[in-house]
């Protein structure tokens, strides 16, 4: 099944304390991307990579780093987690960076940072 | 940015009724995604219609590119359509990321 995978779906955390949350996609693409959603802002890009190795800024990057070492992953780490980034979050991924086919996304992780 | 604006915002049924969900946008689309938010949290892709006319089920879609809107009907709902429905965008150019409605929160009592 073509499927974006995220782990965990849940986890609560200490402020400070690095976290990763994994992403995998089994569809070949090229495209994958992190958002975070928020009561009354709606769903925002953090980062997104056009390819193995190519990463860029979303609108709200602070705080947050990415890694795509591999076509398929692309894992979001937290390095000092706070309670602001308590917050919903979804990978998605797609042939291309504007959504050729259709985005297609995780499940998603719901974080909390006490 | 492009706006897209989703109407109506709040939405309660009975089981069995007809509902109409509008998305208007701002600018051309390269893509254009209808998403249904579940009561667990999880986006579930409903439709990928950049353009044209689509059926799944009880679930329809249709986007009109050149007027700059789109229309998600459901039919005969049941209350496990409750949730919240999202339409997103994609303008091309220089975006790469969808860009969503604020959404429309569907209550279907049973």
């Known amino acids: 099944e073509a499927q974006v995978t995220q782990n965990p779906r849940y986890l609560i955390t200490v402020t400070g304390k690095k976290l990763t949350v994994t992403c995998s996609q089994n569809?070949?693409?090229?495209?994958m991307s992190w958002y975070r959603q928020d009561p009354g802002l709606g769903l925002r890009q953090i980062y997104y990579s056009m390819n193995v190795e190519v990463t860029d800024k979303g609108d709200v990057p602070e705080g947050y780093k990415v890694s795509r070492k591999e076509k398929r992953n692309f894992p979001l780490i937290l390095e000092s987690p706070s309670p602001n980034q308590t917050s919903l979050y979804f990978c998605?991924?797609?042939?291309?960076?504007?959504?050729?086919?259709?985005?297609?996304f995780g499940s998603g992780t719901r974080l909390t940072v006490v | 940015g492009i706006q897209v604006e989703q109407s109506p915002p709040d939405l309660i049924l009975q089981e069995g009724a007809n509902s109409t969900l509008r998305c208007n946008f701002s600018?051309?689309?390269?893509?254009l995604q209808w998403f249904h938010q579940n009561p667990w949290g999880q986006l579930i892709n409903l439709f990928y219609?950049?353009?044209g006319t689509k059926q799944n089920g009880r679930l329809s879609a249709t986007t009109v590119a050149t007027e700059r809107y789109s229309l998600l009907y459901i039919s005969s709902s049941q209350t496990t359509d409750s949730g919240v429905y999202f339409c997103a965008v994609n303008s091309g150019g220089s975006n790469y990321k969808l860009t969503f409605g604020k959404g429309t929160l569907l209550t279907v009592n049973p």
């Open positions: 219609i950049p353009s």
């Open positions: 600018d051309s689309v390269n893509n």
């Open positions: 569809m070949n693409h090229e495209y």
């Open positions: 998605a991924s797609s042939f291309s960076p504007f959504g050729a086919y259709g985005y297609t």
